[in-house]
């Protein structure tokens, strides 16, 4: 099984700082990696850099076949990307911003409907500007977008953060979908359980390189008791 | 390119019907620039007439500052610019999207400005052709230049005051070639072969050359 993304030795710098110290990692069709490691520790640079939008400076990249290093352009909408922030325009309705990104992404805009229409956005609220909505109302404006494109590949930075308990579910049961037709997740988080999606594997970052990759040997069992608090808002 | 440029040129005039930037604020302020280059020179109205391409061309200057300003900071809410990037859309088309899109709602100023100047400085309008075209070429390299440095200026803390630090003396040749443009339309011996309208031609094609090569590299840092 080929990889989907290869870093070997990846620098990146930001200013004069070093963020990405030579990397090694790699990930497969059909992977969920959790993504952990301490707040600086280079887990949101190492999905910017997957995504192509930090430059890096040394070692061998390589995303969907394609080096993004030299040619990020031809790769980056094929990659689903959802950061702290959820690259919205405020005086866009809900629904008009999702047919955007479709466009911009080259993405079939009929598709719109339906992935809005999963996550609740219906109705008034697909109609309402987004400078009006809430902040988890916001992630599904930004999470409906991503349904609605099907990357191959998905960069989700804290995705359940800010979302409540149904709209998690929703959520992790559309990437189980993704992941079981060969769609591959990395997956930031600094929670310790996320609902029914179970990682294959657990990478820890830490002084930008990888510290730690531990494969998941079974299942790790849904525990009741976290999803219960994670639904009633105790968000990391 | 261009199909990007569309989508963002569509995207931004529907953001700006909605916020009504240009119409409420922008506007207002052109003419006001209008009213107080009035009471500094002279209110004789010979005077008035005399310089009123001049004084139009340095309320649009000063008005393109703050719309160019506006079309990058659209982008910078919610870090809507890097989405544009990790969609894959093309940075040359960005930059031709903002370009029209800022072309479409100054041009539509010059014209409720125009209208404004008639009725304060009363100027003898004559040479329509070579006083439109030389207001699409002047309008069009304001926006190509202004987009440029907007960006690159956002990048800045001083963004405010940066902008129009790189802008002024970068566009003075617009503010400039489109002053003695429409002078000569005023006067009898208008001509579209008019030597202002070539330099206003030709920044125009420099800069929308300029901003498509170099835009991806601001934009990417």
């Known amino acids: 099984m080929g990889s989907l993304v290869s870093f070997k030795n990846v620098i990146v710098i930001s200013g004069n700082f070093p963020i990405l110290t030579g990397l090694d990692f790699e990930a497969g069709p059909g992977e969920i990696v959790l993504v952990k490691g301490r707040n600086g520790a280079g887990k949101t640079s190492l999905l910017r850099a997957v995504a192509g939008l930090a430059r890096i400076t040394r070692g061998s990249a390589n995303v969907l076949g394609v080096d993004i290093a030299a040619n990020p352009a031809d790769v980056r909408h094929r990659i689903g990307l959802l950061g702290h922030e959820g690259f919205l325009y405020e005086d866009l309705t809900a629904s008009e911003n999702v047919r955007f990104v479709l466009k911009a992404t080259r993405s079939d805009p009929s598709k719109a409907e339906a992935a809005m229409a999963s996550l609740g956005l219906t109705g008034r609220l697909g109609d309402l500007k987004v400078a009006k909505m809430s902040a988890g109302q916001r992630k599904k404006v930004a999470l409906a977008a991503l349904l609605a494109r099907e990357p191959e590949l998905w960069l989700l930075d804290e995705p359940h953060a800010s979302l409540d308990s149904w709209t998690r579910g929703v959520l992790d049961a559309t990437l189980n979908a993704k992941v079981s037709r060969g769609a591959t997740v990395l997956l930031v988080s600094h929670e310790s359980h996320h609902g029914s999606l179970v990682p294959t594997r657990t990478v820890e970052v830490g002084g930008g390189k990888i510290i730690s990759d531990t494969h998941a040997t079974k299942p790790v069992p849904l525990d009741p008791l976290a999803v219960a608090e994670q639904g009633s808002g105790n968000v990391a | ?221």
Do not use: H
């Open chain 2, 1 to 221: 390119m261009w199909r990007d440029a569309l989508l963002i040129a569509a995207k931004d005039l529907k953001i700006e019907l909605r916020s009504k930037v240009t119409m409420n604020q922008i506007l207002p302020f052109a003419f006001v620039v209008l009213i107080v280059f009035a009471f500094a020179l002279d209110t004789s109205p010979g005077t008035l007439a005399k310089v009123a391409p001049g004084l139009f061309w340095l309320a649009v200057l000063f008005s393109s500052v703050f719309g160019v300003d506006r079309a990058v900071a659209i982008e910078t809410n919610d870090s809507a610019g890097e989405g544009l990037l990790a969609y894959g859309v093309d940075p040359g088309g960005i930059f031709l999207g903002k370009v029209i899109s800022v072309f479409v709602q100054l041009f539509l100023l010059e014209i409720f400005l125009l209208l404004g100047v008639v009725v304060l400085y009363g100027p003898k309008i004559g040479g329509l052709p070579l006083m439109a075209i030389s207001a699409f070429f002047a309008t069009l390299g304001l926006c190509a230049a202004g987009v440029t440095y907007s960006q690159l200026a956002s990048a800045s803390r001083a963004k405010q005051t940066l902008l129009p630090l790189l802008l002024v003396p970068v566009a003075s040749p617009v503010l400039l070639a489109g002053t003695k443009a429409w002078q000569d339309a005023f006067s009898t011996a208008a001509s579209l072969g008019d030597p202002w309208l070539r330099l206003l031609i030709v920044f125009a094609v420099v800069y929308l050359a300029l901003g498509a090569i170099f835009f991806g590299s601001i934009l990417e840092g």
